[in-house]
């Protein structure tokens, strides 16, 4: 089994930044893409970043694109989301979540595993 816990949510003010973190443990071999993922109140989980193993390959939707950005430290089995310019509607619990299938992965039934959540609220 895999672990995942996400940690670095919080309270920002729109248009300040924010970065949450995921460290990875257990059985952690053979765990290639990660992602991040948002559920607001009321929405269903939505997708918003994408990273490969090497880190080379980055995808993002629309709505965050250019002010969010993943990154990955394998040594430390971490993942990164950094936030900027951050807006009332990016308020939700924002997942991490890791996949066995190489290659960038949107839809979140391709991911085999998934953190708690940390809340995100960005206050206008």
């Known amino acids: 089994q895999v672990q995942l816990v996400e940690s670095g949510g919080g309270l920002v003010q729109a248009g300040n930044s924010l970065s949450v973190s995921c460290t990875a443990s257990?059985?952690?071999?053979?765990?290639?893409?990660m992602g991040w993922f948002r559920q607001a109140p009321g929405k269903e989980r939505e997708f918003i970043a994408s990273?490969?193993?090497?880190?080379?390959?980055?995808y993002y939707p629309d709505s965050v694109k250019d002010r969010f950005t993943i990154s990955r430290d394998n040594a430390r089995n971490t993942v990164y989301l950094q936030m900027n310019s951050l807006k009332p509607e990016d308020t939700a619990v924002y997942y991490c979540?890791?996949?066995?299938?190489?290659?960038?992965?949107?839809?979140?039934?391709?991911?085999?595993?998934w953190g708690q959540g940390t809340q995100v609220t960005v206050s206008s």
């Open positions: 257990g059985r952690t071999f053979g765990i290639g893409t």
């Open positions: 979540a890791a996949s066995r299938v190489p290659g960038l992965v949107l839809n979140p039934a391709a991911y085999n595993y």
């Open positions: 990273i490969t193993w090497s880190g080379g390959n980055t």
